[in-house]
C-alpha cells in the first residue's frame, strides 16, 4: 500500500508540469463545502441570537396537557427502566402516560420483563401511568410508534428511545411550546450518558453537541429546524394522527419531519 502511495504522489507531482498546480488544485478542492458553508453560517448566526436574546422567565402556565411518552423498544434489556424511571420522576403536574413498546417481544422477552418489573418504579406515583405493549412478531420502530399511537390518550406525544434517559423538567419544558396552537412539532437535545467512558464516546458526544444540541439551537432561532430527531420528539397528537402515524421505511424522523413541512406548505 505504501508503494502504492508514493507512485501516485509522485505521478500527481509530475502531472502538474502539464495540467498546473490551479487545476490540481481545483480537483482536490472539497466543493461540499459551499453546500454545507452557508448552513454552518446560519447556525452559528443562530447561536449568536439565541445567546444575546435577553433571557424571559418561564411564565405561569394556566394548563398541563396530558402527555403520552412512547417508548420504542427493541434490545434494551434493564437500561429501558432507566429510561421508564426518569419519566416517571418528570417534575410536571400534569398526567404523563409512558407507553413501552416491546419490538419483536418473542426473541427479547428480557426486555419485555424488565419492562413489566418497572410498575414498581411508577406504582404509587400521582399522575403516571406505565403501559407495556408487547409486539410479539418484529415489524420495526415505525411499526411500534403507529402501535403506540393507537392508544395513546395525551394531547402531546412524545416518540422516545427505549436507552434514552431525560432531565426530569424534560416534560415541563418540552410542553410549554404547545400553549402555542401553532406548534405541532418540538424537536428535543440529545447528548450521550456515558460520555466519559472511552474516547469513542467522547467523541461521539463532541458530535451530538454540534450536529445536535448547536444545530437544532441556531436553527430554531429562524424557525428552520430540519430534523426532528427520532430519538427525542414531541408532537401534538392529533397532527400526527391527522397525518397518517409515521410512514414505513428508513429514516422515519427526517419523513415525518418533511411532511410537516410539506402540511404548512399546502396549508399556510
Not at 435577553?54 to 405561569?60: A, L, S
Request: proline letters at 3%; hydrophobic letters at 45%; aromatic letters at 8%.
Amino acid at each position: 500500500m505504501w508503494e502504492q502511495a508514493v507512485h501516485a504522489f509522485g505521478t500527481l507531482v509530475l502531472s502538474t508540469s502539464e495540467q498546473g498546480w490551479l487545476e490540481i488544485a481545483l480537483k482536490f478542492f472539497p466543493f461540499v463545502l459551499l453546500l454545507e458553508l452557508p448552513l454552518y453560517v446560519l447556525v452559528m448566526a443562530g447561536i449568536v441570537r439565541f445567546g444575546l436574546r435577553e433571557h424571559r422567565p418561564d411564565r405561569q402556565r394556566e394548563r398541563y396537557p396530558r402527555v403520552s411518552c412512547l417508548v420504542t423498544c427493541y434490545a434494551e434489556g434493564e437500561d429501558v427502566r432507566k429510561t421508564i424511571h426518569s419519566l416517571a420522576q418528570q417534575d410536571y403536574p400534569g398526567f404523563i402516560e409512558i407507553v413501552v413498546m416491546v419490538d419483536g417481544a418473542v426473541q427479547n422477552r428480557a426486555t419485555l420483563e424488565a419492562a413489566r418489573r418497572a410498575q414498581d418504579l411508577v406504582a404509587g406515583l400521582p399522575r403516571r401511568q406505565l403501559i407495556v405493549l408487547p409486539k410479539w412478531q418484529r415489524g420495526g420502530r415505525v411499526s411500534s410508534l403507529n402501535a403506540g399511537l393507537q392508544i395513546a390518550t395525551g394531547e402531546v406525544v412524545m416518540a422516545l428511545d427505549g436507552d434514552t434517559s431525560f432531565d426530569n423538567d424534560m416534560v415541563r419544558h418540552a410542553t410549554r411550546h404547545f400553549d402555542d396552537p401553532r406548534v405541532v412539532g418540538v424537536a428535543g437535545c440529545l447528548r450521550v450518558r456515558n460520555a466519559g467512558r472511552s474516547m469513542v464516546t467522547r467523541l461521539q458526544a463532541l458530535e451530538y453537541m454540534l450536529s445536535i444540541g448547536a444545530g437544532k439551537t441556531g436553527l430554531s432561532e429562524f424557525n428552520l429546524v430540519n430534523n426532528i430527531s427520532g430519538a427525542f420528539g414531541v408532537f401534538r397528537t392529533a397532527f400526527i394522527r391527522n397525518l397518517g402515524g409515521w410512514d414505513a421505511g428508513t429514516a422515519e424522523d427526517l419523513d415525518i419531519t418533511l411532511r410537516i413541512k410539506q402540511y404548512f406548505g399546502r396549508h399556510p
